[in-house]
T-cell receptor, first 114, second 108 residues
Framework: EAQVTQNPRYLITVTGKKLTVTCSQNMNHEYMSWYRQDPGLGLRQIYYSMNVEVTDKGDVPEGYKVSRKEKRNFPLILESPSPNQTSLYFC?????????????FGAGSRLTVL | DAKTTQPNSMESNEEEPVHLPCNHSTISGTDYIHWYRQLPSQGPEYVIH???SNVNNRMASLAIAEDRKSSTLILHRATLRDAAVYYC?????????FGTGTRLQVFP
């Protein structure tokens, strides 16, 4: 089944403890991106990647890092999480970043930073 | 980047058609109009997209104004499973901007 898989789905952590949210897709998609969703703010893009070793900032990149060493994986790294990063995170992928291409989203990862 | 404006919420009765509007007055000539929906406790899922002409698929229809400054997602017969938040986005660059969407309630 074609899908985007995120792990963990739920995580509670403490301020300053580094964590990584993994994202993997099995569709050979070039384009991958991360979003966070907060009440009243909708979905906001954190980072995106057009292909292996190519990443760029979205609208809210502060406090996050990403890497794209392999085509299928696009982990989101929080080096020193803070409570304002408590949110619901979604990873998505598409064939390319082109205007017509459709995104496939993961099921989401709910992160709580205490 | 271009912005979209949608009503916060709409209501419908089951089996009735639903027209969800979206304004995007700053759309550029190459921006595609995409619609996604998010069911409770799930990630967004693709609904439909188009550039200039109206589009139909098994889920919905997309009506695009002639000047492309607005569009309407049409659900021909709403079901309870269509209750979700519907997002209209413009996909013109590698970045994507989602608005806050329209929460659709469907009543039996």
């Amino acid at each position: 089944e074609a899908q985007v898989t995120q792990n963990p789905r739920y995580l509670i952590t403490v301020t300053g403890k580094k964590l990584t949210v993994t994202c993997s897709q099995n569709m050979n998609h070039e384009y991958m991106s991360w979003y966070r969703q907060d009440p009243g703010l909708g979905l906001r893009q954190i980072y995106y990647s057009m292909n292996v070793e190519v990443t760029d900032k979205g609208d809210v990149p502060e406090g996050y890092k990403v890497s794209r060493k392999e085509k299928r994986n696009f982990p989101l790294i929080l080096e020193s999480p803070s409570p304002n990063q408590t949110s619901l995170y979604f990873c998505a992928s598409s064939l390319q970043g082109a205007r017509a291409n459709v995104l496939t989203f993961g099921a989401g990862s709910r992160l709580t930073v205490l | 980047d271009a912005k979209t404006t949608q009503p916060n919420s709409m209501e419908s009765n089951e089996e009735e058609p639903v027209h969800l509007p979206c304004n995007h007055s700053t759309i550029s000539g190459t921006d595609y109009i995409h619609w996604y929906r998010q069911l409770p406790s799930q990630g967004p899922e693709y609904v439909i997209h188009g550039l200039t002409s109206n589009v139909n698929n098994r889920m919905a229809s997309l009506a695009i104004a002639e000047d492309r400054k607005s569009s309407t997602l049409i659900l021909h017969r709403a079901t309870l499973r269509d209750a979700a938040v519907y997002y209209c986005i413009l996909k013109g660059t590698d970045k994507l901007i989602f608005g806050t969407g329209t929460r659709l309630q469907v009543f039996p």
